[in-house]
């Protein structure tokens, strides 16, 4: 079955550190990817997302994600994270030779520490 | 901006109730979703619609139901609660212009069933 791996459920962090969520899914073919987010106690938000073309995308509050089809990976990285980046964040992945239907990974909130 | 609704934030049940939850869309999306959102699982598809009174099960339908009378008003049916369908329940809506489309979700409505 097609599934979307995001690698760490729990990540602390202190303010001004670089930022790494990995994020791996299982099937080839075309696929859109997508990062969304959930600030504490707000709806889930799209941060990015992949469709064709440059495969290094930028979001928006300086969130970027490179797209590696050969390692089959969209890992989101921010340079120096705030304090207001505390969320949850879930990798999602759609493809039409799998149902059109998106996949999320399971999430990884992230903690900064002011 | 799109704005997706849904009828209540917080909802308590008992066990073997009826339960309706309600999602309504103002940007004539045609697609709307229904996922549940648990810790460690991410959000996964319960059901979805492309268009009205046409519905397709998503990777956990069992359990559930929906209705699609109106074209922004998408209904999940729990028919009988369980307490393991207490869960965070998330609508979302996308349109349909041949691209995979992102998904703008709702605030959620958490469930428990006692």
């Known amino acids: 079955a097609q599934s979307v791996s995001q690698h760490n459920h729990h990540v602390i962090l202190s303010e001004a550190a670089s930022l790494e969520l990995g994020c791996n899914y299982s099937y080839g073919g075309t696929v859109n990817l997508f990062w969304y987010v959930q600030y504490p106690g707000q709806h889930l938000q799209l941060l990015l997302k992949y469709f064709s073309g440059d495969p290094l995308v930028k979001g928006i509050k300086g969130f970027e994600a490179e797209f590696i089809k050969s390692k089959f990976s969209f890992n989101l990285r921010k340079p120096s994270v705030q304090w207001s980046d505390t969320a949850e964040y879930f990798c999602a992945v759609i493809s039409m030779e799998y149902g059109n239907k998106l996949v999320f990974g399971a999430g990884t909130i992230l903690r900064v520490k002011s | 901006d799109v704005k997706v609704t849904q009828s209540s934030r917080y909802l308590v049940k008992r066990t073997g109730e009826k339960v309706f939850l309600e999602c309504v869309q103002d940007m004539d999306h045609e697609n709307m979703f229904w996922y549940r959102q648990d810790p460690g699982l991410g959000l996964r598809l319960i059901y979805f619609s492309y268009d009205v009174k046409m519905k397709e099960k998503g990777d956990i339908p069992e359990g559930y139901s929906v209705s699609r009378e109106k074209k922004e008003r998408f209904s999940l049916i729990l028919e009988s609660a369980s307490t393991n369908q207490t869960s965070m329940y998330l609508c979302?809506?996308?349109?349909?212009?041949?691209?995979?489309?992102?998904?703008?979700f709702g605030p959620g409505t958490r469930l428990t069933v006692l």
């Open positions: 979302a809506s996308s349109p349909s212009d041949g691209s995979y489309n992102e998904q703008f």
